[in-house]
């Protein structure tokens, strides 16, 4: 199992995100030939007691290295501890 981390700040947060449980990227095709790119992540709410969906990125893109660097941009691996 990976963990990731969406934080995407040079800072560490204040208080820790919670861990993702879930990564979604959906792809669409767009008339012009591009794509557009929605990256979300579900994370689960440890007071609440439920999964809560939050959308990292949105976005136009050209090319699949496009999609690639988006990604890269906006989710980061983090080592297992």
Do not use: W, Y
Not at 27 to 40: I, N
């Amino acid at each position: 199992m990976q963990q990731f981390d969406i934080s995407g700040a040079s800072a560490p947060p204040r208080f820790p995100s919670p861990p993702i449980e879930f990564l979604t990227i959906q792809l669409m095709p767009l008339a012009d030939g591009g794509l557009s790119v929605s990256v979300k992540c579900t994370v689960f709410d440890e007071i609440e007691l439920d999964l809560i969906d939050q959308d990292i990125a949105n976005e136009r893109v050209a090319t699949l290295d496009e999609v690639c660097a988006l990604i890269k941009a906006h989710v980061r691996v983090a080592p297992l501890h």
